[in-house]
């Protein structure tokens, strides 16, 4: 792993977790209308949410994952993990949103979880061995 394959997830980090500002604050200009997309409980206010803390939280896996391996020698398994937690982090919001719009979708949710269950596999393989 090199040192530009883990700077891009540091940019990736930041890039998201800004998104994860900026879509909390469209979600808050309406939050206070208990009807909109369907009321609080709503399977499609759900999904939006979900949508907006993935942006933090695949921030911050990302930043983790930079600070996992900026100092580590490079190894054969650090440039796949950052593709699969880039890919993860960029696929879940939009599969949140698409099961927003549709639960035909559903079946999505497969690109993300196992992008990132790779990332992990890929990223504890650098480390570990």
């Known amino acids: 792993m090199n040192l530009a394959g883990s700077q891009l997830n540091l940019v990736f980090a930041w890039i998201w977790i800004l998104a994860g500002f900026l879509s909390g604050m469209v979600l808050g200009l309406k939050f206070h ?3 909109w997309m369907g009321g609080y409980a709503s399977f499609k206010r759900r999904m939006h949410r979900l949508a907006h803390i993935s942006f933090f939280g ?3 896996i990302n930043l983790f ?3 996992t391996l900026k100092d ?3 190894g054969p398994y650090g ?3 950052s593709i699969a937690f880039i890919l993860g982090g960029i696929t879940m ?3 949140c949103w698409l099961m927003a719009a549709s639960k035909k979708f559903q079946s999505l949710f497969a690109v993300p979880v ?3 269950v790779s990332g ?3 990223t504890i393989l650098e480390v570990a061995l």
């Open 58 to 60: 695949l921030g911050a």
């Open 72 to 74: 580590a020698a490079a």
């Open 65 to 67: 994952f930079h600070l």
């Open 79 to 81: 440039s796949w993990a």
């Open 120 to 122: 992990a596999i890929l």
């Open 114 to 116: 196992l992008s990132l």
């Open 93 to 95: 919001p939009l599969c």
């Open 33 to 35: 209308d208990e009807n």
